[in-house]
């Protein structure tokens, strides 16, 4: 039986302002990716998150990204490998406080955003991510896009990895993410996005916006927690899957 993780981004209100339906999407998905207050999150916020993944048994990730709360880290910076490590080690330290506070450990490591996006190219940026990664949580996996330098860098270092596919995003021919700038790169139907991700871990393909067909396959699926109508998305796909015959498991469940 094929088996998948369904992640989801979470945690990414801050102060008086809510994003997300996180207490409903929270009972539905297997892991959790929690802000960690540079690119959205509070302490508060981290606090509620950590609780509720607890909970609802649901597998804690780092969702560390750029200090860029008003683009909410979707927009390119250019910083050294020093400052990324730094800004890495520093979230990564905020949210495993609050898990010793909750007693529960983290699973994985997910870089949000454009900090992602560019550790698919930037090679230095993929090692900075890395680096930080394993100094803080040695032997930790990082969710990574299949074939990008992030990918191939934790495999020279030796660090595991998780590869993550995308319900609610269009792709390049290269694998890559289409840019949120473009028509069509964030896909809203629940049922357009159930199909595409029930395809990728059924069949390894997905068509591109170019409308090629590629190889995509992988371990855990993510749905962005701000994406318009993602509650009904991961409804409309947890259902798809169990249809297909596919077990939605938390990440190294067998």
Request: proline fraction near 4%.
């Amino acid at each position: 039986m094929k088996r998948i993780d369904l992640n989801c981004d979470m945690g990414e209100s801050f102060g008086v302002y809510t994003l997300g339906m996180d207490e409903e999407v929270i009972k539905l998905i297997t892991s959790a990716n929690i802000a960690c207050g540079f690119h959205a999150g509070d302490p508060n916020v981290m606090d509620r998150t950590v609780q509720m993944a607890k909970e609802n048994q649901v597998g804690i990730g780092v969702h560390m990204g750029f200090p860029d709360l008003l683009g909410f880290g979707r927009r390119n910076m250019d910083v050294s490998y020093q400052d990324l490590v730094n800004y890495n080690v520093y979230q990564i330290g905020a949210l495993e406080a609050f898990c010793r506070k909750h007693g529960v450990n983290i699973q994985h490591i997910k870089p949000h955003g454009n900090m992602n996006n560019m550790a698919d190219h930037d090679r230095v940026m993929a090692e900075a991510i890395v680096d930080s990664s394993h100094m803080v949580l040695p032997g930790i996996p990082i969710f990574v896009k299949p074939g990008s330098e992030l990918h191939k860098a934790a495999e020279k270092k030796g660090v595991p990895v998780v590869l993550e596919i995308f319900a609610d995003r269009a792709y390049h021919k290269d694998g890559t993410l289409v840019s949120r700038k473009i028509p069509g790169a964030v896909i809203k139907d629940p049922k357009a996005a159930a199909e595409n991700a029930v395809r990728m871990v059924v069949a390894g393909k997905v068509q591109t916006i170019e409308g090629d067909w590629i190889d995509m396959t992988g371990e855990s699926i993510c749905v962005h927690g701000d994406t318009q109508g993602s509650l009904e998305i991961i409804r409309q796909l947890r259902s798809e899957l169990e249809k297909a015959g596919v077990k939605i498991a938390p990440i190294g469940q067998r």
